[in-house]
């Protein structure tokens, strides 16, 4: 598996190829820099390696605590955070959700503290009317974040896949029940005699 710092290359990398493809497909400057600076976000800070202490985790700064439960309730490179389209999408409730969390939080100390009224009901009807109306926007930045996450997966596929080969030769592409992967540690402390 490549390292934070060969992953982050190749996202720099590859970002020219996917600002001429977004651009090439949708002619439009405004969706291709959504997708592109997406892109961005979505290899260098919001891809799968947030489900560990990895430099993605590190870069959200004061927030990466967010992350927190995130991690202890996946196990890395699961499906749900290092599956196409699961991952990302997973991700993208689990921001939001937190989004939403401090955002009803912050709306409730300005009514206590600033005595603003909030009027809930408006205030819902408005968000989800904006997401509607930008719904091509959105997709595009669905779009970039998954292309982010996929040079993620692919180059973490192709790592592995290409260690298998020098290992196995062409076999140990076919059989991923071979490669011995490294038994967790036990839970347990090991018997008092045993320790010095
Ligand atoms: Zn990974």
Redesign the pocket.
């Known amino acids: ?1 490549p390292s934070g710092r060969t ?1 982050d290359r190749i996202t720099l990398w590859c970002l020219p190829a996917v600002a001429a493809l977004a651009f090439g497909q949708t002619q439009s400057s405004n969706l291709t820099l959504l997708v592109s600076g997406s892109y961005l976000f979505g290899g260098l800070m919001f ?3 947030l ?2 202490y ?1 430099c993605q985790y590190q870069r959200w700064g004061w927030f990466r605590s967010i992350w927190l439960p995130y991690q202890k309730s996946l196990n ?2 699961s499906f749900l ?2 599956g196409p389209l699961i991952g990302t999408a997973l991700r993208v409730l689990y921001l939001a959700s937190w989004i939403l969390l401090l955002g009803i939080c912050g709306a409730a100390i300005a009514e206590k503290v600033g005595n603003v009224r909030w009027n809930w009901e408006e205030a819902t009807a408005n968000y989800g009317r904006s997401i509607w109306e930008h719904r091509t926007e959105m997709f595009a930045v669905y779009v970039g974040l998954e292309l982010g996450a996929m040079s ?2 692919l180059s ?1 596929w192709s790592g592995s896949a290409y260690k298998r080969f020098k290992k196995q030769g062409w076999s140990g592409l076919h059989s991923r029940s071979k490669i011995k992967r490294p038994r967790r540690k036990p839970t347990s402390r090991p018997p008092a005699k045993s320790r010095k």
């Open positions: 598996m992953h891809g799968p390696d489900d560990i990895s890395h490179r955070s290092h993620h997966y973490d």
